[in-house]
T-cell receptor, first 117, second 111 residues
Framework: DAGVIQSPRHEVTEMGQEVTLRCKPI?????LFWYRQTMMRGLELLIY????????DSGMPEDRFSAKMPNASFSTLKIQPSEPRDSAVYFC???????????????FGPGTRLLVL | LAKTTQPISMDSYEGQEVNITCSHN???????ITWYQQFPSQGPRFIIQ???TKVTNEVASLFIPADRKSSTLSLPRVSLSDTAVYYC????????????FGTGTQLKVEL
């Protein structure tokens, strides 16, 4: 398996523009997580899905952020409109279970480095 | 969710054993303890997981005392390539429980 795939790897955009980040989880994994990492706040969980259904989006910073998982092999995280403070590395991860117990290891993608000017 | 506390940073030298301790005072009965490692420009990677006593794999050992309110990740004979950020997490058995990554411990290994 190729692991978790994210695209693009780097994104530079201007304030106010729409940004769409994409993720392909590992086949067979039923959980998908979106994280954001910054120097100031560390690694934050934004939202996670179980069997394509959003379970907890309490980490989504505000209404400008939205995430979808139309099928088991694809998810998107969208920011509209983007702001400079959204600049961060966004990681997608997938796992067989919720990630807390044996066999539920989270596998992370390489991340998307977003810069909003 | 059980909150974890780790040192912000640690320094070591090649060949030394490094022990990173994590506090999780309100750990629940069903919680497991998991450690992840993150290198610059990469996503975190699973290192080791345990519930109680001691767990050892090819890269690390995890020591958990009887009260489970803390845990210690032990890296034997570290090398420069072990320079990374290490995260301690606690999570419940079963699906649907999100994990919280704290700020982690930045380990720097020097010659």
């Amino acid at each position: 398996d190729a692991g978790v795939i994210q695209s693009p790897r780097h994104e530079v955009t201007e304030m106010g523009q729409e940004v769409t980040l994409r993720c392909k989880p590992i086949s067979g994994h039923d959980y998908l997580f979106w994280y954001r990492q910054t120097m100031m706040r560390g690694l934050e969980l934004l939202i996670y899905f179980n069997n394509n259904v959003p379970i907890d989006d309490s980490g989504m910073p505000e209404d400008r952020f939205s995430a979808k998982m139309p099928n088991a092999s694809f998810s998107t995280l969208k920011i509209q409109p983007s702001e400079p403070r959204d600049s961060a590395v966004y990681f997608c991860a997938s796992s067989l279970g919720g990630g807390g117990a044996p066999g539920e290891t989270q596998y992370f993608g390489p991340g998307t480095r977003l810069l909003v000017l | 969710l059980a909150k974890t506390t780790q040192p912000i940073s640690m320094d070591s030298y090649e060949g030394q054993e490094v022990n990173i301790t994590c506090s999780h005072n309100n750990i629940a009965t069903n919680d497991y303890i998991t450690w992840y490692q993150q290198f610059p420009s990469q996503g975190p990677r699973f290192i080791i997981q345990g519930y109680k006593t001691k767990v050892t794999n090819e890269v690390a050992s995890l020591f958990i005392p009887a009260d489970r309110k803390s845990s210690t990740l032990s890296l034997p004979r570290v090398s420069l390539s072990d320079t990374a950020v290490y995260y301690c997490l606690v999570g419940e058995v079963g699906g649907g429980n999100k994990l919280t990554f704290g700020t982690g411990t930045q380990l720097k290994v020097e010659l």
